[in-house]
């Protein structure tokens, strides 16, 4: 069992800059796959970004590229979603999940995460 703890969602203005946490706890030992997702209202669950556990190979969707940056910090168990240049199209729910694979073509794909956090809400206004 793995548990995944959000924060550091909020309103900011757009071009503005948030970093969100999560914190994970249980067996982590046997996750490779850290993921961020977001969830705009009116839409599906879309896959922001990924850490591979192995390598430290990182992985992000076109829209963010430049923009978001992953990183995990081991000794607090923790992994980040640093957020600049936001734009009010980045607004939604952003959730963090893990798995126990990693499949570096399809990192996206919800259904490849075993595990998954509250969320916590991102707000960019124009």
């Known amino acids: 069992q793995v548990r995944l703890a959000e924060s550091g969602g909020g309103l900011v203005q757009a071009g503005g800059s948030l970093r969100l946490s999560c914190v994970m706890s249980?067996?982590?030992?046997?996750?490779?796959?850290i993921g961020w997702f977001r969830q705009a209202p009116g839409k599906e669950r879309e896959g922001v970004s990924c850490f591979s556990v192995s390598d430290g190979n990182t992985y992000y969707t076109d829209s963010v590229k430049g923009r978001f940056t992953i990183s995990r910090d081991n000794a607090k168990n923790t992994v980040y979603l640093e957020m600049s240049s936001l734009k009010p199209e980045d607004t939604g729910v952003y959730y963090c999940a893990a798995g126990y694979n990693f499949f570096a073509t399809a990192w996206y794909r919800r259904h490849l995460y075993d595990y998954w956090g509250q969320g916590t809400q991102v707000t960019v206004s124009s």
């Open positions: 249980g067996f982590t030992s046997n996750v490779y796959a």
